[in-house]
C-alpha cells in the first residue's frame, strides 16, 4: 500500500511545471541563503569549489560549480575513456542485442532511450555505464573520450526521480525522463552521453553551445540539479578496466577502460 502511494505522489509531482517552479526558485537569490544547509545536509566538500560559498548568487549556480583546477585529475593516454562525472555505478556491462539489462531490475531498449535515433545501430552489442549522481557530488558533466561532436538531440520527457526507489518502482525511467544525448566521435568508435533529467531538474545545459570537438575531461554540460549520465561505447571498441564493478564510484576523469576499434 506504501509502495503505492509512493508511486501515485511521483508520479503526481513528476510533471514539468513543478520542476520550472522549482527551478525558478533554485535560481532566485533568496534560494542562495540555503547554500550553507545544503552543504551540511550533504556532507559536500565545499573547499573543492572554485568560490567561496558565500560568493554563489543562487543556489542552483553553487549546485552546478566548477571546480578548483587540478581537483579532478583526468587519465590520460590514447584510447583513453574516462568517467565523465562524480557518480557511482548503477550498472554496466555489454549491452545484448541492443538492450540494456538488469538496471535495478529492469531492462532499457536503446531504441526507447536513444528516441530511435540511427546512431543506435553503432551501440546494439556496446558497452554501456549508468552512472548516478547524488546531491553531494559535482555536477558537471566533461567529454569521456577526445572527439567531434557528431549530433547533439534533445528530447522532451517527464522528471521522474533516477533515485533508488524511482529507479526500481518507476517504469523505464532512464527512457521517460528528459534527455540530451551527445554523439561524440573519436579515431576509435563513438561514445554516446546521455544525460538524463530527473524530479526537479529545471534543466540539463551545455557549457558551450558552440563547441563541435573536446579532449577527454573537457566542460561538455551541467544538470542544474540531480541526475543520471548513460555513457555508451560503440559495439567491438571498449575494454573496460579491470576490478571496476557495479557499485563502484568514481571520480570524474578516472579510467574506465580503453577503446580500440577491432581489426
Request: hydrophobic residues 40%; aromatic residues 10%.
Amino acid at each position: 500500500m506504501v509502495k503505492h502511494l509512493l508511486r501515485l505522489m511521483t508520479e503526481l509531482s513528476s510533471y514539468r511545471w513543478l520542476s520550472r517552479l522549482m527551478g525558478a526558485f533554485s535560481h532566485s537569490r533568496l534560494s542562495r541563503n540555503f547554500i550553507p544547509a545544503f552543504i551540511r545536509m550533504y556532507q559536500i566538500p565545499a573547499g573543492e569549489a572554485e568560490k567561496d560559498p558565500a560568493q554563489y548568487r543562487s543556489l542552483n549556480e553553487f549546485f552546478s560549480r566548477r571546480l578548483k583546477p587540478g581537483m579532478r585529475p583526468v587519465a590520460g593516454g590514447d584510447g583513453q575513456v574516462v568517467s565523465p562525472v562524480d557518480a557511482r555505478i548503477t550498472a554496466m556491462g555489454e549491452l545484448d542485442s541492443g538492450t540494456i539489462m538488469n538496471v535495478k531490475g529492469q531492462d532499457y531498449r536503446l531504441e526507447e532511450l536513444l528516441n530511435h535515433s540511427p546512431h543506435l545501430e553503432l551501440y546494439k552489442k556496446g558497452f554501456f555505464f549508468v552512472l548516478y549522481l547524488s546531491p553531494t557530488d559535482y555536477h558537471r558533466i566533461h567529454a569521456p573520450i577526445s572527439g567531434r561532436k557528431v549530433e547533439s538531440d534533445y528530447i522532451r520527457g517527464r522528471a521522474y526521480p533516477v533515485n533508488e526507489f524511482g529507479m526500481k518502482h518507476m517504469k523505464n525511467v532512464l527512457s521517460r525522463n528528459e534527455r540530451l544525448i551527445t554523439y561524440i566521435a573519436g579515431s576509435d568508435g563513438e561514445a554516446a552521453v546521455v544525460k538524463v533529467g530527473a524530479m526537479n531538474v529545471s534543466s540539463i545545459r551545455y557549457s558551450d553551445e558552440q563547441a563541435g570537438s573536446w579532449a577527454a575531461g573537457d566542460d561538455l554540460a551541467y544538470f542544474e540539479f540531480g541526475s543520471t549520465v548513460v555513457l555508451l561505447l560503440e559495439s567491438g571498441t571498449f575494454t573496460p578496466r579491470p576490478g571496476l564493478t557495479s557499485e563502484t564510484k568514481v571520480k570524474m576523469g578516472e579510467l574506465l577502460g580503453t577503446m580500440k576499434r577491432l581489426a
